[in-house]
């Protein structure tokens, strides 16, 4: 016993005067190490801070901006229901009947799902349903489309003024609405989505029009027919030159991001989400 004690003992020495030994070999700690390692650590939190608050800019910008297309979404649908419990202030639409109720009837369809087709937990989750859904609203939006322009071109409201408006933005909405299904139909899921953003965005602009015409109309008191026309004009203008510009800087900003994120993922040899 006494001599396994004597064995343990001097084994213990041993690895103590090893660890003094390395400790004293070890070169020290110098002050700009010390100083490049409290830079790393306030680095490193000032960048999960940094992500942190551009996440929560992030959330709340998609929530106001989901509130209010949503409200603006219902603002159309609500217009195209009233059409049919009211008189129509373009006797123009009494002429044809069946084309203005398609337009009326298939643009809230549009504008109660294309909302969802931009939801991206829906996208991933529910796939086949966003494919299908897309295909009925491409067709969809044509008939709305080619409707919108007969009736801006054949029967406006407003003149000649409105037929060059109504002209130009519908045959954009068509134009990109074609453009969106051609881009998915060749896989390209970015340019695909830049292009059916813009297309939702003209059709939104149905919706904004009659949130400006109508309180400037109770504004106007008793206004004259020219006075209407104009301001229907105004409206209309306004609406589709707001929306088609803020779908240039939405398409802008995120195709940035998504760049950036792509790159940054390369560089690290990581997927990105949704990449597979």
């Avoid at 396994?4 to 005067?17: C, F, Q």
């Avoid at 002050?31 to 959330?59: F, G, N, W, Y």
């Avoid at 998609?62 to 609500?78: C, D, N």
């Avoid at 939006?141 to 000649?160: C, K, Q």
């Amino acid at each position: 016993m006494s001599a396994d004690g004597n064995a343990a003992g001097h084994k213990v020495s041993e690895r103590r005067e090893l660890a003094t030994t390395e400790s004293e070999n070890k070169p020290p700690e110098t002050v700009a190490e010390k100083c490049d390692e409290r830079h790393q650590e306030t680095r490193t939190r000032a960048q999960a801070r940094h992500r942190r608050s551009t996440s929560l800019v992030s959330h709340t910008v998609r929530w106001s901006q989901g509130v209010v297309v949503g409200f603006l979404a219902l603002i159309g649908i609500g217009a195209s229901a009233s059409y049919f419990f009211r008189e129509p202030a373009n006797l123009g639409f009494l002429d044809y009947p069946t084309i203005v109720a398609l337009h009326v009837v298939l643009g809230a369809v549009y504008l109660a799902f294309a909302p969802f087709q931009f939801v991206k937990r829906i996208r991933s989750r529910h796939l086949g349903y966003h494919r299908r859904m897309g295909r009925v609203l491409v067709a969809v939006g044509l008939v709305v489309g080619v409707t919108a322009l007969f009736i801006g071109v054949v029967i406006p409201f407003s003149g000649w003024a409105e037929r060059v408006l109504i002209g130009l933005f519908g045959s954009l909405f068509l134009f990109a609405l074609g453009k969106g299904f051609v881009h998915i139909r060749a896989r390209r899921v970015a340019l695909h989505r830049e292009w059916m953003i813009r297309a939702f965005a003209i059709a939104l602009a149905i919706a904004t029009q009659r949130v400006i015409f109508i309180p400037a109309l109770l504004a106007a008191a008793d206004p004259t027919d020219g006075q209407i026309v104009t301001l229907s004009l105004a409206a209309w203008s306004a609406a589709l030159v707001v929306h088609s510009s803020l779908a240039e800087i939405w398409i802008r900003l995120t195709r940035k991001r998504r760049s950036h994120e792509t790159s940054g993922t390369r560089a690290t040899g990581d997927p990105t989400p949704g990449s597979r």
